[in-house]
């Protein structure tokens, strides 16, 4: 199957209006298909709904906060009130916390703020889309991103997304068995941007931190505030960070989004290395030693 799947069809994307979401937003539109955005970033929307409309994409952009499982309700009804139906959903919106230093020294912030989006945000799509899903006569589709880094390794800079993460997967995976149990027309994907560190916002999440999660630092603890920070970061480690931009993997998503596939993953010889040793070392019962980005 090709992108001819996506014609006529209409999209959710949380989180949209940077990054993964935008990328996949902007290839699904092309593709024919509706496309609605649900993010909090006001700015970044506003030009997400220019540049949708300058490339004739129709589309419907609506504030929504993926933490709030009312929020995601009125993003399901403004769907179907503009374009009558919903047949992908995207449960995409993610943040980093950007947590440093020893786990015992986190900020309550820090983990509250990032377990509510990235968690919480996935649990609430989940709740609030699939008894929708479900009644349509059509194949729908979830697709729940989530991060090799908790999905099937362990990375060790940023315990606090990883363990986000490491739960997404296990609730995706969870949904995918029940539907299949179930017998029910939906479709569900787990999508692992990369097979690099994706260039988007993600580092930067900062900008849409909400007020009550405010820990009194600008920035991330870490120093690293984009993909070019952790870029030069490497260099002075003495190796060169491999990127991927976001369009490769809202292609490699939608690729593979017409034949069902659970797994939207783009490996490389490295990351299945890294699988590998963490499958004998389970095996094994060898003492884990830490992995590192790349
Ligand atoms: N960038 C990477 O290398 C990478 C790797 C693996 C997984 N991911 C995942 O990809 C997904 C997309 O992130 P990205 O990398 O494109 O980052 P991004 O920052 O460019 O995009 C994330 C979007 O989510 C929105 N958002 C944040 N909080 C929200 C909330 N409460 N409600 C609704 N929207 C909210 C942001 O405003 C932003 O538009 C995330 O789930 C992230 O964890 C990214």
Same mark, same amino acid.
């Given at each position: 199957m090709s992108n001819e799947y996506y014609e006529g069809k209409t999209a959710v994307i949380t =989180? =949209?209006?940077?990054g993964v979401g935008r990328s996949l937003a902007f290839g699904l539109g092309r593709a024919g298909a509706n496309v609605v955005i649900g993010d909090v970033d006001a700015s970044a929307m506003e030009s997400m709904a220019k540049d949708l409309s300058s490339e004739g994409i129709s589309n419907r952009i609506e504030r929504c906060d993926v933490t709030d499982k009312a929020s995601l309700q009125s993003l399901l009804d403004a769907s179907l009130e503009t374009f009558g139906k919903v047949d992908l959903v995207f449960a995409n919106a993610g943040i980093g916390a950007g947590e440093a230093g020893p786990i015992w020294g986190f900020s309550e912030k820090d983990w509250q703020w990032c377990f509510n989006v990235n968690l919480w945000g996935a649990v609430n799509s989940i709740s609030v889309f699939m008894p929708y899903l479900i009644t349509r006569p059509e194949r729908t589709h979830i697709i729940i991103t989530g991060s090799g880094n908790g999905a099937y390794t362990v990375l060790p800079d940023v315990p606090i997304y990883t363990a986000t993460k490491a739960a997404v997967h296990t609730i995706t995976e969870n949904l995918h068995y029940q539907v299949q149990m179930g017998g029910l027309p939906v479709v569900v994907s787990a999508l692992f941007p990369g097979p690099h560190v994706v260039e988007t916002g993600l580092f930067n999440s900062g900008r849409v931190r909400p007020e009550e999660f405010d820990k009194g630092v600008t920035g991330n603890e870490t120093g690293i505030n984009s993909v070019e920070d952790m870029k030069r970061m490497a260099e002075e480690f003495g190796f060169d960070l491999k990127t991927t931009h976001p369009d490769e993997v809202a292609e490699m998503a939608l690729a593979g989004i017409p034949d069902g596939n659970f797994w939207l993953l783009a490996h490389t010889e490295e990351s299945m290395a890294k699988v590998q040793r963490r499958a004998d070392m389970i095996i094994n019962k060898t003492t884990p030693v830490p992995e590192s980005v790349g």
């Open positions: =989180g =949209g209006a940077s």
